[in-house]
């Protein structure tokens, strides 16, 4: 949702009815994950994927449908069925995609929190009898709750929220979709350094929000990070300890000075972030480790550093660097390593 929220916002202003096809499940090569969305207007205007492309023509004729008549629909496209040919689904795989009108009244708190990097899991009937299809609730944070179903689908919203994974529950009379909506990706980057310059481009690229940590004005700057969403001229210990890392955010220590490096290190490693990685060679990750290791850092904390940061990508540009440094951070909140 969140990368067509502006889009959405726009078109109601409008006053342009809105359909928005979800992602609720997916087979085998299917290229957008459970939650992908895909917003639509009846006069042909499209925001986000559901597919990558494949069943995007489908799924828009769908829209358009439900947009007419009100009725939501639960879809499936798969290599197995007649028409997986026909709306372009013959890589391998499966997909199930809800399509419903846009709910105002629902819209409204739960654009308000994407906007405030606040997560939310949206709770929706997606098969069921026909006055209960498209029903739904939101959970916030906060604990609040918008819109109503029952206690049951409450309680399964408020697991979801509390586990940050989207997911589709099934029952003999009907199935809900809870979708979880997280708050971007955070990329914290301790150090001002040539490589971080390349660093916060391709992360804001992918969606991170980037932040800067450095306390030498002279390399942390907004004239040298002009994508940066925010610059902290702070010691990274203080720095780290008021921006709360969280599951949601990736910290890369870049300065190659102890003074610096081991601060954000010892305030980086035992906090909630998905990901921790730092610059240096074998040689030089040796002997930061040994320091962390006669500071009190326990093994199970100090496992969590990836160093020497990045993939091995055998890249020697600040750029090429970046890239290696940015895969190994995807790959870890993926799950892939």
């Given at each position: 949702?969140?990368?067509?929220?502006?889009?959405?916002?726009?078109?109601?202003?409008e006053?342009r009815?809105?359909?928005v096809?979800t992602?609720v499940?997916?087979w085998?090569s299917a290229?957008?994950?459970?939650?992908g969305?895909?917003?639509?207007?009846?006069?042909?205007?499209?925001?986000g994927s559901?597919?990558?492309?494949?069943v995007?023509?489908?799924?828009?004729e769908?829209g358009k449908?439900?947009?007419?008549s009100g009725?939501?629909?639960?879809?499936?496209y798969g290599?197995s069925d007649?028409?997986a040919?026909?709306?372009g689904?013959?890589?391998?795989?499966?997909l199930?995609?809800?399509v419903e009108?846009?709910?105002?009244?629902?819209?409204?708190?739960?654009?308000a929190?994407l906007?405030?990097?606040?997560p939310?899991?949206?709770a929706t009937i997606?098969?069921?009898?026909e006055g209960?299809?498209?029903r739904k609730l939101?959970?916030?944070?906060d604990?609040?709750v918008?819109?109503a179903?029952?206690d049951a689908?409450l309680?399964e919203?408020?697991?979801?929220?509390?586990?940050?994974?989207?997911?589709?529950?099934?029952?003999?009379?009907?199935?809900?979709f809870?979708?979880?909506l997280r708050p971007?990706?955070r990329?914290v980057?301790?150090?001002g350094?040539?490589i971080?310059v390349?660093?916060?481009?391709l992360?804001?690229?992918?969606?991170f929000?980037?932040?800067l940590?450095?306390?030498r004005?002279?390399?942390?700057?907004?004239k040298r990070?002009?994508?940066a969403?925010e610059i902290?001229n702070d010691?990274?210990d203080?720095?780290?300890?008021?921006?709360?890392p969280?599951?949601s955010t990736a910290?890369a220590v870049l300065?190659h000075?102890?003074?610096?490096?081991d601060?954000a290190l010892?305030?980086?490693?035992p906090s909630?972030a998905?990901?921790v990685?730092?610059?240096g060679?074998?040689r030089?990750q040796e002997k930061?480790?040994?320091r962390?290791?006669?500071?009190?850092?326990?093994p199970?904390?100090?496992?969590?550093?990836h160093g020497?940061?990045?993939?091995?990508l055998?890249?020697r540009?600040?750029?090429e660097?970046?890239v290696?440094?940015?895969?190994e951070?995807?790959?870890t909140?993926?799950?892939?390593l």
């Amino acid at each position: 949702m969140r990368d067509i929220l502006s889009d959405i916002e726009g078109w109601r202003g409008e006053g342009r009815p809105i359909a928005v096809a979800t992602v609720v499940e997916t087979w085998g090569s299917a290229p957008r994950p459970a939650g992908g969305k895909m917003a639509l207007t009846a006069d042909g205007r499209i925001a986000g994927s559901v597919s990558g492309g494949c069943v995007e023509n489908a799924v828009v004729e769908a829209g358009k449908k439900t947009l007419s008549s009100g009725t939501p629909q639960l879809l499936h496209y798969g290599v197995s069925d007649d028409t997986a040919w026909s709306v372009g689904l013959a890589c391998g795989g499966s997909l199930d995609v809800f399509v419903e009108r846009l709910d105002p009244a629902l819209f409204e708190p739960v654009g308000a929190a994407l906007r405030a990097q606040k997560p939310v899991a949206i709770a929706t009937i997606i098969r069921g009898p026909e006055g209960d299809l498209g029903r739904k609730l939101a959970v916030f944070e906060d604990g609040t709750v918008a819109g109503a179903i029952d206690d049951a689908v409450l309680a399964e919203a408020r697991a979801a929220l509390a586990s940050g994974a989207s997911r589709r529950i099934p029952s003999e009379d009907r199935e809900i979709f809870v979708d979880v909506l997280r708050p971007s990706p955070r990329l914290v980057i301790v150090g001002g350094v040539h490589i971080a310059v390349a660093l916060v481009t391709l992360a804001k690229t992918l969606g991170f929000r980037t932040i800067l940590v450095d306390p030498r004005e002279t390399f942390g700057n907004a004239k040298r990070f002009p994508h940066a969403d925010e610059i902290v001229n702070d010691w990274p210990d203080a720095a780290l300890q008021r921006l709360a890392p969280d599951s949601s955010t990736a910290v890369a220590v870049l300065t190659h000075d102890p003074k610096l490096d081991d601060p954000a290190l010892l305030a980086a490693l035992p906090s909630r972030a998905f990901y921790v990685g730092a610059l240096g060679s074998k040689r030089t990750q040796e002997k930061r480790r040994a320091r962390l290791v006669e500071t009190g850092v326990a093994p199970d904390v100090l496992a969590r550093l990836h160093g020497p940061i990045g993939l091995p990508l055998g890249g020697r540009s600040p750029e090429e660097i970046a890239v290696a440094i940015l895969a190994e951070i995807v790959a870890t909140r993926n799950g892939a390593l």
